[in-house]
């Protein structure tokens, strides 16, 4: 379950920070510190005294109390690493980056089950494995770039994929598109996408939430609770697009290589979304189309005008838009033509 130490927490430590910012745990740690995150902020290097400016522990049972770990270790390290941090120092919250689990094979399934059993008899929230981490307002817990300038009117993005998230990011910010928040589950070994948007619908506020949700989603594991909270969302006010990837057999494949994912039957999740009032996508492309749409301004008539440089692409936009109701009229005036 998502708790305020993963969204709002009072200290991180990085496992694996480095001072070589091309690897993940430099990166994040520089992204954490670049971010202005205000809180207590440690590391655990077992080589390192002094990463990035930031005293480093040789080991995380030297550490005080934190509240969120972001682990950036080697899998094999990484069991005895949130047992000692759960057990000892009242850890709550985990993001683990680190892939070798589940998406890998039966061995880093179960490792990554018995991760979140330790996580879930200290009542913690794990966020992973194999995933890029979380950004929102509070730190920007992610290895990757770019780092959008957030704002909490843009998006809330909720990714069974971390490079889907990057890309979706990296093709949007020219296009306009803002992000509020963005969370990458990938295996989503205790908190998978469901979750996340149960949380969204649970703390929506109006006055301050985006109202504009966008879902990346390999594998649908509890149907009822998405179909509750999107829809519970959608009366609230809030406009949601998804993509739902390995509907085919060979997409099911690389779901399951991917995150570990199984397959859902396209057309029950057509029905789903349909139901929920979802936008239902099939590409990247679509779903920042369908976000940008959802930014724009409420449309009161029925009448469009095409502005453009190219004609062809005007007369097919014309033919979209008159097959969809609207009314492209003639443009009349001494300067029309």
């Not at 770990?69 to 993001?95: D, G, M, R």
């Not at 396209?266 to 492309?285: H, N, Q």
Request: neutral net charge.
């Amino acid at each position: 379950m998502i708790n305020t130490q993963l969204t709002n927490p009072r200290s991180i430590v990085v496992i694996g920070g480095s001072n070589n910012i091309t690897k993940p745990g430099g990166k994040i740690l520089k992204n954490i510190i670049d971010g202005g995150y205000t809180g207590k902020l440690y590391v655990v290097n077992r080589r390192e005294h002094t990463v990035q400016d930031i005293e480093s522990f040789s080991d995380p049972s030297l550490l005080p109390e934190v509240d969120l770990a972001i682990i950036a270790i080697s899998s094999q390290y990484c069991l005895q690493t949130v047992k000692v941090l759960a057990e000892e120092k009242n850890t709550k919250a985990f993001i683990i980056i680190s892939a070798g689990f589940g998406e890998v094979n039966e061995e880093g399934k179960k490792l990554e089950t018995q991760i979140a059993g330790i996580v879930n008899k200290t009542g913690g929230c794990l966020i992973g494995p194999n995933c890029i981490g979380l950004l929102n307002p509070v730190y920007h817990g992610v290895f990757t770039s770019p780092i959008p300038e957030l704002d909490p009117k843009g998006c809330d993005f909720v990714s069974s994929s971390g490079a889907t998230a990057v890309f979706i990011m990296e093709a949007g910010i020219p296009l306009g598109l803002r992000f509020a928040n963005v969370f990458s589950i990938g295996n989503g070994a205790q908190t998978c996408v469901e979750d996340v948007i149960q949380y969204m619908d649970e703390t929506h506020d109006p006055a301050v939430s985006s109202s504009t949700k966008l879902i990346y989603i390999e594998d649908i594991r509890y149907p009822k609770r998405l179909l509750k909270h999107t829809s519970s969302l959608i009366r609230k006010g809030c406009k949601i697009a998804a993509i739902k990837s390995g509907s085919t057999e060979a997409g099911s494949r690389a779901a399951a290589s991917h995150t570990g994912a199984i397959a859902n039957s396209e057309m029950a999740t057509r029905a789903l979304f349909r139901k929920a009032g979802i936008v239902y996508c099939t590409s990247r492309e679509e779903l920042i189309s369908a976000a940008s749409v959802f930014t724009y301004p409420e449309l009161k008539g029925k009448n469009i005008a095409v502005i453009t440089h190219a004609g062809g692409s005007a007369v097919m936009l014309t033919d979209a838009l008159s097959k969809g109701g609207l009314k492209v009229p003639p443009i009349q005036g001494k300067d029309a033509d």
